[in-house]
């Protein structure tokens, strides 16, 4: 089996949880498979990256520093990872299911005529052909994927799905890579970065979070919920229709299109578990789900479960608490 290429994402110098992810499933796959793990990074050329951390987690590091790679432009990085392709014929390239990887995955697919599957859960190769694990039907089901051969297959890993720890202790050299001298110019301008959802209170420092969801009802039941999350001395979060619905700022939103949390507790009230909501707690400590629904996808990454009316577990631990 041939080499496994991650691409490795960053921003503003900090590599992305993501790419750690990748890399633990990439060196899981290569250890079983007697490959090696290369990680591919295109970043900025004042070194401000943090690749020391992408050492331990790697085989080898092709490394392609140049001040117009600074800032994702997904035309240039797709040109710079098809010749990367080229050159390297890895087995796989794994790449996020991110707004990186939306972007240039099915751009690279379409260039290199490669088969690719995104959004996958898992990989696990057979014959020596990779299949890769998605969820549909909204989480309730897994499905299997398999790809017309090719020497090399496209994958785009979701966020949350593995493990950022450092899988076995790896010592990759860096090498330095020229820019290719002629890559079509970019089309794209970088204006500058916003944070999203900044606000008055920051859910991401939080120790205790009381999350609340769809299954709060209506507006006029989260001061319940507010109160208890003050007397817990925590802070209140929600999933992403209760900021839809303007019921609660931006900023208390959990999940990819809000904030990722790392609080000692997460309390899920009446949330049902979306991916996008879920790939923002991988950092959490205990998680503690309440849900009426026995087969609610969020039981599946929760430490304690409650099958349960929020409202009523609500009320009971306030009167504890009192
Ligand atoms: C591009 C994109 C980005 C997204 N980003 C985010 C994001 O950042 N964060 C996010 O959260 N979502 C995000 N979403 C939306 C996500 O897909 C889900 O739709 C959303 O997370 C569902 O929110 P929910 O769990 O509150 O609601 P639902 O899925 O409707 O679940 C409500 C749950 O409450 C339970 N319930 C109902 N009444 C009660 C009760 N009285 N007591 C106990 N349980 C009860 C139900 O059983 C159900 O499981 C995104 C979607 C897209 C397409």
Redesign the pocket.
Same mark, same amino acid.
């Given at each position: 089996m041939g080499d496994i290429l991650v691409l490795v994402e960053h921003r503003q110098g900090e590599i992305r949880e993501i790419t750690h992810q990748m890399l633990w499933k990439a060196n899981e796959l290569s250890k079983e498979n007697g490959s090696k793990t290369v990680a591919l990074l295109l970043g900025g050329d004042d070194g401000d990256i943090a690749i020391d951390e992408l050492k331990e987690r790697a085989d080898r590091i092709i490394l392609f520093k140049d001040k117009s790679l600074e800032q994702f432009d997904g035309s240039l990085y797709k040109e710079i990872i098809y010749r990367c392709l080229n050159e390297l014929n890895p087995f796989l390239i794994l790449i996020g299911q991110t707004p990186w990887g939306m972007d240039v995955a099915p751009a690279l697919a379409i260039k290199s005529n490669l088969p690719m599957a995104s959004d996958c859960v898992d990989i696990i190769i057979e014959d020596n052909k990779p299949k890769a694990i998605r969820q549909i039907y909204n989480g309730k089901i897994f499905s299997r994927v398999s790809f017309k051969d090719a020497n090399t297959y496209i994958i785009t890993i979701r966020p949350g799905s593995f493990p950022t720890d450092i899988y076995d202790s790896r010592n990759a050299e860096v090498e330095i890579k020229d820019l290719y001298p002629d890559l079509p110019p970019s089309k794209k301008q970088f204006i500058g970065y916003e944070e999203a959802g900044a606000g008055e209170v920051d859910i991401s420092q939080a120790e205790l979070l009381v999350s609340i969801?769809?299954?709060i009802?209506e507006q006029d039941n989260i001061p319940v919920v507010q109160e208890l999350a003050q007397k817990m001395g925590g802070m209140i979060s929600c999933?992403?229709?209760?900021v839809d619905k303007k019921w609660m700022p931006k900023y208390h /939103?959990?999940?990819?299109?809000?904030k990722s949390v790392k609080p000692k507790v997460y309390l899920a @009230?009446?949330?049902?578990? *979306?991916? /996008?909501?879920v790939a923002?707690i991988t950092g959490a400590g205990t998680v503690i789900a309440?849900?009426? +629904?026995p087969k *609610?996808p969020?039981f599946r990454v929760a430490d304690y479960g409650v099958v +349960? +009316? @929020?409202?009523k577990i609500v009320n009971a631990l306030k009167e504890k608490l009192s």
């Open positions: 969801g769809r299954g009802g999933s992403r229709p209760i /939103q959990v999940g990819t299109s809000g @009230l009446g949330i049902s578990g *979306a991916f /996008q909501h923002g309440v849900n009426k +629904d *609610a969020i +349960d +009316d @929020l409202f």
